[in-house]
């Protein structure tokens, strides 16, 4: 009988090893960071077991054991005391992300940060846009949002990470940025974001849970495909340098279409729900977290991403430096 032996390659770690075609490096991760204002600040985020909320007082101890890790980039979200109407607080000099900002730059200068630009942790609606009489507002966000990204750079950000998804934020951002000097600040965009249950923990997290309403006006429909295809060709003409997808897990497909389609870097964001479920599972036993992480980790290299924005990015850099994994 003719067939072949597919097994004759995975004998052995060795050669098992030689023919791997996808891994996983530490420099492949983005994670994020919460910050709040107060001080003596580490508080666990309940439904993110492992992931804190940080006042900046603290925030040091936990960037010194990042680098320690070798892990090169964060993305610092912030949730802040003051929110109103149209989200003023997102853009202030002295915001609490914008003094994250400088802070770890001065503190890590060679650490790359990234500033989540949007508006929901700000507005007192939690909706990612200016609200009208109850409708979000596309082209006045685009001012706040814009304002929003240049003071980030100011601070120092060495990427900006809009994530709100109106039409136009990419060029409004990148004129924006040009226009205060900030030509050299690439632009991460959340190009592709759909409408997520798996939000869940992040919104408890910032507290952005909107008001009323849900996000399916800007956000995308998860039946989705051809759309996300679209959203990232315009965000490309607008001059986005990153095409960041979310959620990742459920999304591979459209990780996988981006990639194949445009040659931009792509970035998939493994959100909070994702987190949540997998480390349930774990601390009940369920599931091996080591192998799991691992698997869910490379099926995103595998799909075509080149970054990962992840809250496993810490245990996993802590696993690869013991050897564990
Ligand atoms: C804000 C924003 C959200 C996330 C990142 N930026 C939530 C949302 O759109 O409601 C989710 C991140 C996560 O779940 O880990 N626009």
């Given at each position: 009988?003719?067939?072949?032996?597919?097994?004759?390659?995975?004998?052995?770690?060795?050669?098992?090893?030689?023919?791997?075609?996808?891994?996983?490096?530490?420099?492949?991760?983005?994670?994020?960071?919460?910050?709040?204002?107060?001080?003596?600040?580490?508080?666990?985020?309940?439904?993110?077991?492992g992931v804190y909320h940080f006042s900046l007082d603290r925030l040091?101890?936990?960037?010194?054991?990042?680098?320690?890790?070798?892990?090169?980039?964060?993305?610092?979200?912030?949730?802040p005391h003051d929110k109103d109407e149209c989200g003023s607080s997102a853009d202030d000099a002295h915001g609490i992300v914008q003094k994250a900002i400088?802070?770890?730059?001065?503190?890590?200068?060679?650490?790359?940060?990234?500033?989540?630009?949007c508006l929901c942790q700000y507005t007192s609606h939690g909706h990612c846009g200016v609200v009208e009489d109850g409708e979000i507002i596309n082209d006045a966000s685009l001012e706040r949002l814009a304002a929003t990204a240049v003071s980030q750079a100011k601070a120092g950000a060495d990427m900006i990470a809009p994530s709100n998804m109106m039409d136009g934020f990419v060029a409004a951002i990148r004129k924006g940025l040009d226009e205060a000097g900030f030509e050299d600040v690439p632009i991460l965009s959340y190009a592709v974001k759909y409408a997520s249950g798996f939000y869940g923990p992040f919104r408890d997290a910032v507290h952005s849970t909107p008001q009323f309403g849900d996000r399916r006006t800007y956000q995308m429909d998860p039946a989705n495909a051809r759309e996300a295809l679209r959203e990232a060709a315009s965000d490309i003409a607008e001059g986005a340098d990153l095409l960041m997808v979310k959620p990742g897990l459920a999304y591979?497909?459209?990780i996988h279409r981006v990639y194949q389609e445009f040659n931009l870097p792509v970035v998939a964001y493994n959100v909070s729900g994702?987190?949540?479920?997998?480390?349930?599972?774990a601390i009940n036993g369920w599931i091996d977290e080591k192998k799991v992480v691992l698997e869910t980790l490379t099926s995103f290299k595998r799909a075509g991403a080149e970054l990962i924005l992840t809250y496993h990015a810490k245990d996993f850099a802590k696993w690869l430096k013991e050897g564990s994994i």
């Open positions: 009988m003719q067939f072949h032996r597919h097994r004759r390659l995975r004998r052995n770690q060795a050669i098992r090893s030689m023919l791997k075609e996808n891994h996983v490096h530490v420099e492949d991760f983005i994670y994020p960071i919460f910050v709040v204002e107060g001080e003596n600040k580490k508080e666990e985020i309940a439904s993110m077991p040091n101890e936990e960037v010194d054991e990042l680098v320690s890790l070798g892990i090169v980039s964060i993305m610092i979200f912030g949730v400088s802070q770890v730059k001065e503190n890590f200068p060679s650490l790359y940060v990234m500033a989540d630009t591979l497909d459209i994702e987190y949540a479920m997998v480390k349930a599972a």
